[in-house]
């Protein structure tokens, strides 16, 4: 594999992570807010399948989706089963910028760990860059049953709005692609049952 090294920031904020990056272009996998807001510029974008992860309501978020008081739920990659999202395509020019950009946004706690994965796109295989939770970090929150999970969202609201908005989009995004994310489904009918059961 034609390779360049690439220096990522770890989970650790100590130490660099020399995560060898494909040479030219660059695909990123997005599988939540990424899939609507990438934040960077891209040339083409391709549904994307992945194995080994699942999309789950794993991170806590105590300021865009939620407070340090009320803490709410965003999604991260936790392991087993697979996972459909979008692969998109950044030129070689851009990833250095595009990269800032994710750093910027997804690592500011280090709750997610980079990796190479391999995805399959329609007609070939590329490896694609994903954000993989971190079980060992105290924002981690992947032992929660649909209730509790549910719960969260219902109530909490951070700087870019409510939690249970969050979760809508996801699953309308996910919808337009062809994907129903059954696990994402159920919370989303707890949650707004515990919406409607409001005083």
């Known amino acids: 594999m034609d390779t360049q090294a690439g220096t990522i920031p770890a989970t650790d904020s100590s130490h660099y992570l020399r995560l060898p990056l494909p040479r030219g272009d660059l695909w990123i996998f997005g599988y939540g807010s990424l899939m609507w807001d990438p934040g960077f510029p891209y040339v083409q974008w391709a549904p994307a399948l992945i194995y ?14 939620g407070t340090p008081e009320r803490p709410g739920l965003v999604l ?37 760990r980079p990796q190479l994965l391999r995805a399959r796109l329609p007609g070939k295989e590329v490896q694609v860059l994903a954000f993989v939770a971190d079980p ?15 719960e969260r969202i ?7 709005g409510p939690n249970l ?4 989009r996801t699953v309308e995004h996910l919808s337009e692609l062809g994907v129903r994310d059954h696990n994402l489904l159920r919370v989303l009918a707890a949650a707004r049952a515990s919406e409607s059961g409001k005083p």
């Not at 060992?136 to 549910?150: D, F, R």
């Not at 219902?154 to 870019?160: D, K, L, Y």
């Open 76 to 112: 991260g990659l936790d392991r087993g089963g697979a996972c459909r999202g979008i692969a998109f395509l950044v030129a070689r020019a851009d990833a250095g910028p595009a990269l800032e950009a994710l750093w910027a946004r997804e690592m500011r706690r280090r709750v997610y």
């Open 52 to 65: 080994g992860y699942h999309r789950a309501l794993c991170i806590s978020s105590n300021r865009w989706r």
């Open 165 to 168: 908005d969050y979760l809508i």
């Open 154 to 160: 219902a109530n909490c609201r951070g700087a870019r």
């Open 136 to 150: 060992k970090h105290a924002s981690y929150a992947g032992h929660l049953s649909i209730e509790q999970t549910a």
